[in-house]
């Protein structure tokens, strides 16, 4: 059973653009959610993470939604660059459980000049 | 800061032998280690979280006395995996985390062929 769901396998997207990476999780008692990229025979690299008490988070180029009642969270690249080219994970948590994080399957982006 | 670091980056054993994977935290102390499986395209599967001085605790189906865990200290955890089979051919991740912490920082993996 799949908790934490990445449906699109890939996202091919041009620089300059922006980049919409979105994940669906079945799970309510999730109150944690964190973005991981991954590169080829690399481990994940922490992006960034939302509560499930705020709507929005911002970092940067990167910004993440979360939508409590549709159990669904996007992470948007503005602007895309070649270098953001990897595997994306998103991953949830349950506070007070914290040490297990439930991974999607991961989208590739690719972003093209 | 938080560089996790793994060692070996690769690995080839044959069939019945055991190998040992190690994972350290550079420059923090890591309370709590994980340990993870990835099989190609697949997710990040969470085999076992170990504390430092305590025995891990190994996620349903993953068999602990195949995958032997350590965390002898608040800077290494190892990973052993007796008598592998070709089937435990896989991506190995480890991760530590920084009490109070809820973000995870990975190493950079171990890919584990067994032929």
């Given amino acids: 059973d799949?908790?934490?769901?990445?449906?699109s396998p890939s996202l091919s997207v041009q620089e300059g653009r922006i980049s919409i990476l979105n994940c669906d999780y079945t799970n309510s008692m999730f109150d944690y959610f964190l973005w991981y990229k991954k590169y080829p025979a690399e481990g994940p690299t922490f992006l960034i993470s939302i509560s499930s008490i705020k709507d929005k988070n911002e970092d940067g180029r990167f910004t993440v939604f979360l939508n409590k009642s549709a159990k669904h969270l996007s992470l948007h690249i503005v602007p895309s660059q070649p270098g953001d080219s990897a595997v994306y994970f998103c991953a949830a948590s349950v506070t007070g459980n914290?040490?297990?994080?439930?991974?999607?399957?991961?989208?590739r982006l690719q972003v093209f000049p | 800061?938080?560089?996790?670091?793994?060692h070996p980056s690769w690995v080839i054993c044959k069939s019945g032998t055991s190998v040992k994977i190690e994972c350290r935290s550079l420059d923090f102390q890591a309370t709590t280690m994980f340990w993870y499986r990835q099989f190609p395209k697949q997710s990040l599967?969470?085999?076992?979280?170990?504390?430092?001085?305590?025995?891990a605790t190994y996620e349903q189906g993953v068999e602990k006395d195949k995958f032997l865990i350590n965390h002898a200290s608040l800077t290494l955890s190892t990973l052993t995996v007796t008598s592998a089979h070709p089937e435990d051919s896989s991506f190995y991740i480890c991760s530590a985390r920084i009490k109070g912490s809820y973000e995870q920082y990975f190493g950079p993996g171990t890919r584990l062929t067994v032929t």
């Fill in chain 2, 45 to 55: 599967m969470l085999m076992a979280t170990s504390n430092e001085g305590s025995k």
């Fill in chain 1, 98 to 107: 914290t040490d297990k994080l439930i991974f999607g399957t991961g989208t």
């Fill in chain 1, 2 to 7: 799949q908790q934490v769901k990445q449906n």
């Fill in chain 2, 1 to 6: 800061g938080a560089v996790v670091s793994q």
